[in-house]
Every structure is written in C-alpha cells, then in structure tokens.
C-alpha cells in the first residue's frame, strides 16, 4: 500500500517549478505547500502582482520570498530555503526537479518544455492545446535527453488514460474511450459573449470560450488519441446525448441500430460531465456472466466510468511518478495520429488577424493525423501570436497552411515543423 508515498519518501525532497497564476497554478501551488516532501519552489506569471496573490493565498509569507529574474540569483536564494517570485518562466524549467506547465498557452509551454529538455527538468503539462500540437516530438526529445515528459493524472486525458490501462491490464478489449462535456456545445462562442460567464467562474473569457467552442475537448480527446493509437470516428466526433445507465446502447456500431462507423475510437458525451468513460467487452462468456451479477450490464459491452476528475489537485501523483519513478502519466506513443484542426468562425478576409483558441475567429475539430496531412489541413494550436490571413475563408471552412501567414518568429511553429519533418522521416 501507498507506494508512491513510500517511493516519494525514499526519495526526499521535490522542487517544483509552476508556470502560471491561474486556478490551475493557485491551486496547485497551495497543495504542495501542504503536502510532505514537496516544495513549491519558484512561481512564474506575466504578473508578478499575480505570483504574490497566489503564494499569499497558500499562506507563504513575503519574508519567504524572492524576487528576481535571474537563474543564478534564483538557484543561490532557492538553496537558501527561499521561494521564488518571477517571471521568467526559464527559472522554473532550469533550477528545479520538475516544472509544471499550467499556462494553456501553446507558445510559453513549448518554449517551457524545451528550456526544461535542455536543463534536465522532467515536466508535466496541464497544457494540453501545446500537447496535442507538438506533444509527440516534445516526447522524443524528452527522451533521448533522459527527462520524462507527461501529461497529469486528473486532467481528463489523463483519467481517461488510467481507464484505459486498467481495462487492458485485466483483460477487456476497449472499443470507446470518452468524456462528458460540462458546457454548452456553441462553436461560434466568443469571448465578448461570455465575458460575464467567465468573470462569475473566475476564469479567463478566452478559457471559457474554448471549452463552449469545443476546441478544449477536442485537443483533450486529441491527446488521448496520441498516447493510445485511437481515432475520431468522424471530423469533430459525434457528441452523444447520454447518461451513465444509457452509454452502451447510445454509442454502438451502425451495423448495431448505432452511430459508430468504427470502434478503437474517441468521443465526447453531453450529459455524463464532469465524468470519463471506456467501452469494453470482455473476451470470456464466464467474464460476461461476472460482469452481469456485478451490475455492470447486460453484456456484451459494459461500461467503465469515473464520476470525476481532479485535474491540478492529481499532479502530485504525476510529479511523483515522474521525478521518483521516471515514469509519465499519458504521452504519446509515437507519431501523431490525430490533429485538432483550424474551422473559421466567421467569414474571414485576406489581412485579418486571428487571434486564435478561444477567441473571435477560430474553433477546433478533432480529425485523422492523416486526413489532416494529405489535405495540409493548420493545427490550431499554432494559431498564436502574429498571424494573419492570406487569402478569404468561408465561415465553417477548414483553414489550411496556405490560408495564412503564421508567425515566423514563434517557437512552437519552429518545433511543429521539426516534429512534422522527424515523423516523415521515421
């Protein structure tokens, strides 16, 4: 029993470098506080009023911290027993154990993940819109530099993925991996509509718009199809209406009464939120029967659901497993086999600027890694920072590469280029 707990203790002492101030980040930073054997050791923000509102909130008083942006002043006052306050994201990926990436912003968490490759810094990412744009090759990288790159555990991904290797490890074969969608599905959602929404959760209005959009759960489902080779059956998934007692007769073949073209596929639910789910069969009448006296169902497909996800209150556990036991919590397998790609909100026109996941222009649809190349379809997540359409697109249209000028001078556009020529050549 308690053997990560045990494993930590044997180890001693994690720093952990946090990168971001929102709920996230503040949330987590209180529970390392907390918690034996680890330490919130530097806090980055774009705000340092932010670092100060987030230590003050874990009870870590002023005279505890220091303020710099310099790595060696950093590491000289961290080894002194001081937290650090910053914002230079470089000193949380450079002089600690593991950094924690909690920006949801695709260019600050590549250019993260990078700085902690090269500093020999495991990291574990909440940022799944960078993941599920340049996850996979992050992870070669990762690799060969002996530095455990992952996901958590509590984000859905990752809950989704310990579903998935439970129901493996004993046996089921797995036909459906999902989630349930807390919001409302409204792909053209803006910000200026949900401003008000956003304030009252206390969350960024561009947050909330990605996950009203759905591009939040289609990058999720997108992850997850990395890490376990499965696929949108069609362009955006379905989007079932279900509950928990209905799933197996709602999502089930056509050749069944269903929707499904294909099993070994991602979807996402309305009406089963905040939970995760798998679609199993068993391989054994014996195991049908079992199944059935447990009240799983009537056979011969059950399903496995987690009522919830604890997203940043988990990473503790993924800090554990990756720093202790240099093990990840979900990372891709290999090559990318699905994409999140780039669908106009509006009309757009040559010139107009795109600001990008959650705002007024775009919205995300998950679709094969291979339809998306042969049609050179744009990932969305590298729609950041100075870009601007080339030519007109219809509202509802898929943007391509050649539909606009990305910016040039982006990290994230420099590594999705890297990672697309590694696995064409792989």
Known sequence: MFYLKRALEEFGEIKVGVVGAGIMGTSLVAQLEILDNFIPAVLSSNRLESVYTVFEKAKIGKDKIFETNSIDEAKEAMNKGYYIATTNNEIAATITDCVVDCTGNTEAGTKISLCAIENGVHIVTLNVEMD?????????????????????AGDEPGAILE???FA??????????GKGKNNDLDYYATPDNLREQAMEKGINPKMLTSFVDGTNTMTELNVVCNATGFLPDIRGCHGFNSTTKTLVEDIKLKSDGGKLNNYNIVDFVRGIAPGVFAIVKSKSEIID?????????????FVIYRPYHLTSIETPISIIKAVVLKESSIASIGAPVAETVAVAKKDLRAGDKIDGIGGHTVYGLLERGLIQ??????????????VTMKRNVKKDELLTYDDVILDPNLKIVETRE?????????
């Open 418 to 426: 890297e990672q697309d020529n590694y696995f064409k050549l792989t």
């Open 373 to 386: 190349r042969e049609n050179n379809l744009l990932p969305i997540g590298l729609l950041t920072g100075n």
């Open 289 to 301: 029967f079992e199944m059935s006296y447990l009240k799983m169902g009537e056979g011969p497909n």
């Open 163 to 165: 579903l998935f290797e």
């Open 132 to 152: 599920a744009t340049v996850g996979c090759y992050l992870k070669v990288l990762a690799d060969r530099n002996g530095v455990v790159y992952t996901g958590t």
């Open 168 to 177: 493996k490890t004993v046996g089921f074969e797995v036909l459906v991996l």
